[in-house]
């Protein structure tokens, strides 16, 4: 049974798996989205939200909470330069994990994970504000608009015979 067992260890000792989740980290702060597996994924998603949450406040000692778990210069001052101002705004949700089927050789399920504020693509194709539509009824707004507008009698047409 696995009661009580949230993290999943990937099928790493602990050291192995802090660094694997380190290097994935970089990399996606650094290009903003990479193909890894599901379960990678999942978990990266989880170890580097915090980190993001973190950067919103540019103080040394968050720096150094940051590259603690990073253990990357580049990574640490693209996250706190390009990244942090980009979301300062967001209440978290940072990532956004995309299925994307199976991969060849061992049929490992497949997933995209990228940072929200980053995907253009996507940020071009959002609705912008939508209309809020309405399940009231439209009679009393046509009630309204009907006395505003003289109706014509109508004309009776002559009868052909």
């Given at each position: 049974m696995r009661h009580n067992k949230a993290v999943n260890h990937l099928g790493r000792k602990s050291g192995h798996r802090k660094a694997l989740l380190a290097n994935m980290a970089s990399s996606l702060i650094l290009h903003k989205r990479i193909t890894t597996t599901l379960a990678k994924a999942k978990a990266l998603r989880s170890y580097v939200e915090p980190l993001i949450s973190k950067s919103k406040e540019d103080t040394t000692h968050s720096r150094r909470v940051v590259f603690?778990?990073?253990?990357?210069?580049?990574?640490?001052?693209?996250?706190?330069?390009?990244?942090?101002?980009?979301?300062?705004?967001?209440?978290?949700?940072?990532?956004?994990?995309?299925?994307?089927?199976?991969?060849?050789?061992?049929?490992?399920?497949?997933?995209?994970?990228?940072?929200?504020?980053?995907?253009?693509?996507?940020?071009?194709?959002?609705?912008?504000?939508?209309?809020?539509?309405?399940?009231?009824?439209?009679?009393?707004?046509?009630?309204?608009?009907?006395?505003?507008?003289?109706?014509?009698?109508?004309?009776?047409?002559?009868?052909?015979?």
């Open positions: 603690s778990y990073l253990k990357d210069k580049n990574a640490v001052s693209e996250l706190f330069r390009t990244v942090a101002p980009k979301v300062a705004d967001r209440p978290g949700g940072y990532t956004r994990v995309l299925h994307l089927g199976f991969r060849q050789g061992d049929a490992a399920d497949m997933a995209l994970i990228e940072l929200v504020d980053f995907n253009e693509a996507a940020l071009a194709t959002a609705p912008k504000a939508a209309k809020k539509s309405t399940r009231r009824s439209r009679a009393k707004k046509a009630e309204e608009v009907a006395p505003e507008t003289p109706q014509e009698a109508p004309q009776e047409e002559p009868k052909a015979e």
